[in-house]
């Protein structure tokens, strides 16, 4: 786990697998991927997966023959607790998007966009750390002039988490 050479996960063909470090009390060790005397602890089964977990994993295979090993990236991701996009309009020709989320890991991505328009305008994005946690908070605002826009406009805000293949929209 994380290049560290001490295994989390061990074992040996006729016997029970073993759990160690990071994922000690975290396995199902009744999970069987198959019923198959060579492969049936191939995989895991983690009970209640935690952000902690998230990192490189080294699969090890040994044999008398030889050894072959493959690492992999998990990400033990944390959807948004809130998502909400909103407008004002700080000048008469002039309207501000904003979109927010909380909560959320790993460290997010957000796009504002206006469906009907072909603006491209600047985003301004900002992401904090929530004091005493790994959780993010982000913000971000598309400032537009009305003359850009058709009417009416569908702004769209997309909160994305890289690695994790999660996204989630809302539209205003």
Known sequence: FNNH????????????????????????LNYRATNEDSTMYRAIEIITPTMDLSGEYKCLVSTFDKEVSKSKKMVVYVPEKTLEVTQDKPKEDRVNITCEAEGVYPEPNMTITALESKHTGFIQVTTRKQNNSSLFDIKGTLS????????????????????????????L
């Open 5 to 28: 050479p001490a295994p989390v996960y061990q074992w040996i063909f006729k016997q029970k697998p073993q759990v160690l470090g990071v994922l000690k009390g975290k396995i199902n």
């Open 144 to 171: 537009v002039d009305d003359v850009e826009l058709s009417s009416p406009t569908t702004f769209v805000c997309e909160l994305s988490i890289p690695d994790a293949n999660y996204s989630n929209r809302r539209e």
